[in-house]
């Protein structure tokens, strides 16, 4: 029986990322990509990035690194050096993409930028994502994840509007280079069609700054538009006018999305049955209420009022109360929550299978670790991931099987330097 394959069985890549690209890589072995990480024979920066496995700040023990690393084979290999710089030319020479996150220029500098690549193979897509672009007069500013957050606009529409002069804020998570790395991901994909189509690769110039310029709602829409520019709200969208509130405490001191109050008049009907059945709907059976749902009122002082009540109704009940309630009632309401608490809900952990358990051999047989997985599901490729790799753990193979080296000229390699292979992985393994 013929093995599943794989969205993208088939296609190797070459990954020479940090913080602003790596998941670009990630992505892509995880939907079956073969993924050649190109590490200094010291590793990347982001190996010694914590919190690291057992409080051990060992370079193959960041977790930080495991996060974002899974479905890659490791190539320690110094590109400055001059057998360095062969090896790549020689992998590039048969690989589909090169995806890189280097400052402008530099690859160019050691005879490796596209121009070069491209004539040892017409079929290369090469992404590099840079903080400003290949070009312009932000070229060579220095950049990083809350540069472009703060710089493409996204921090100035978090924070708070009913704490007095408080500052913006950038959101969590490292979302600058994750919304560079997505964009830098769909233009490589791109290219790889349109390669199908033509036989031709082609460069790629991604920008974090414009991705994130890219991905700030309705603050350009209303700006360009409208001509207003949009304000900070507490726990809900920016807005160039006011829009009610949303957040709601619940007696087990969680909070609650309260959204689109007033949808329509069903729904409000419903939410008022519901408080009206505990006796905490007070006058919102009104018809000036139905008014407001009839015609969709999202701000008025009646609007706040409404609020409010419905706010003390949340504040008498637990979260799970509130979210189910709500949800039955077909409202978009929803329980503020932290990351871990979603590994104990069924409908993730369980029917989604969104916590994969992933081998970690090298600390046993049988020893996994849980990560967080599977962010979308295809019905025909499966998705599937492997653990991040050790530093210059398949530097050997690499060397050895795609391009043919003896164990010779791999040994001379290392004595000089040039490469490194993982501690424990030997030539012979």
Same mark, same amino acid.
């Given at each position: 029986?013929?093995?599943?394959?794989?969205?993208?069985?088939?296609?190797? /890549?070459?990954?020479?990322?940090?913080?602003?690209? %790596?998941?670009?890589?990630?992505?892509?072995?995880?939907?079956?990509?073969?993924? $050649?990480?190109?590490? #200094?024979?010291?590793?990347?920066?982001?190996?010694?990035?914590?919190? @690291?496995?057992?409080?051990?700040?060992?370079?193959?023990?960041?977790? @930080?690194?495991?996060?974002?690393?899974?479905?890659?084979?490791?190539?320690? /290999?110094?590109?400055?050096?001059?057998?360095?710089?062969?090896?790549?030319?020689?992998?590039?020479?048969?690989?589909?993409?090169?995806?890189?996150?280097?400052?402008?220029?530099?690859? #160019?500098?050691?005879?490796?930028?596209?121009?070069?690549?491209?004539?040892?193979n017409p079929g290369l897509v090469m992404t590099s994502l840079t903080g400003f672009g290949q070009d312009g007069p932000y070229r060579d500013y220095k950049s990083s994840d809350i540069v472009s957050l703060a710089m493409g606009g996204i921090m100035h529409s978090c924070g708070y509007d009913d704490v007095?002069?408080? #500052?913006?804020? !950038?959101?969590?998570?490292?979302?600058?280079?994750k919304i560079a790395s997505h964009y830098g991901l769909i233009g490589t994909l791109s290219a790889l069609i349109h390669r199908d189509f033509t036989g031709k690769g082609q460069y790629i110039d991604a920008s974090a700054h414009e991705a994130c310029s890219s991905t700030?709602?309705?603050?350009?829409?209303? @700006?360009?538009?409208?001509?207003?520019?949009?304000? !900070?709200?507490?726990?809900? %969208?920016?807005?160039?006018?006011?829009? #009610?509130?949303?957040?709601?405490?619940?007696?087990?001191?969680?909070?609650? $999305? /309260?959204?689109?109050?007033?949808?329509?008049?069903?729904?409000?009907?419903?939410? /008022?049955?519901?408080?009206?059945?505990?006796?905490?709907?007070?006058?919102?059976?009104?018809?000036?209420?139905?008014?407001?749902?009839?015609?969709?009122?999202?701000?008025?002082?009646?609007?706040? @009022?409404?609020?409010?009540?419905?706010?003390?109704?949340?504040?008498a009940h637990t979260a799970e109360e509130i979210y189910r309630g709500a949800q039955a009632l077909k409202f978009p309401w929803g329980t503020v929550r932290s990351p871990e608490e979603n590994l104990e809900d069924p409908h993730f952990? $369980?029917?989604?299978?969104?916590?994969?358990? $992933?081998e970690h051999s090298e600390f046993g047989d049988g020893v996994t670790f849980r990560y967080a997985g599977t962010p979308y599901k295809f019905s025909g490729t499966p998705w599937s991931a492997t653990r991040a790799p050790l530093l210059g753990e398949h530097t050997f193979s690499i060397l050895s099987n795609d391009l043919g080296y003896s164990k010779a000229k791999i040994d001379t390699l290392l004595d000089r330097g040039t490469i490194s292979v993982s501690k424990g992985f030997t030539c012979n393994s």
């Open positions: 029986m013929t093995a599943v394959k794989s969205a993208l069985s088939g296609i190797t /890549v070459l990954e020479l990322c940090g913080e602003r690209g %790596h998941l670009m890589g990630k992505l892509m072995g995880d939907m079956g990509a073969r993924i $050649i990480k190109v590490e #200094p024979t010291s590793g990347v920066a982001e190996r010694l990035v914590g919190p @690291y496995k057992d409080d051990d700040p060992h370079h193959d023990m960041s977790l @930080y690194f495991w996060a974002h690393n899974t479905s890659k084979q490791s190539l320690s /290999v110094d590109i400055e050096s001059k057998e360095g710089k062969n090896i790549l030319k020689d992998i590039a020479s048969s690989a589909d993409v090169l995806i890189e996150d280097f400052s402008p220029g530099y690859l #160019p500098s050691l005879g490796l930028g596209f121009e070069m690549l491209s004539s040892l007095p002069n408080t #500052p913006p804020i !950038r959101p969590s998570g490292d979302h600058g280079n700030t709602e309705a603050a350009l829409p209303t @700006y360009l538009y409208q001509e207003k520019v949009v304000f !900070r709200q507490t726990g809900r %969208h920016h807005g160039a006018v006011p829009t #009610p509130k949303t957040l709601c405490k619940t007696s087990d001191n969680k909070y609650i $999305i /309260v959204f689109q109050l007033f949808n329509n008049l069903n729904s409000w009907l419903s939410l /008022v049955k519901w408080m009206t059945a505990e006796g905490m709907a007070e006058d919102l059976g009104d018809e000036r209420f139905k008014e407001m749902a009839r015609h969709r009122t999202r701000t008025s002082e009646e609007a706040d @009022y409404a609020f409010e009540i419905v706010r003390k109704f949340v504040a952990a $369980i029917d989604r299978d969104m916590f994969p358990d $992933i």
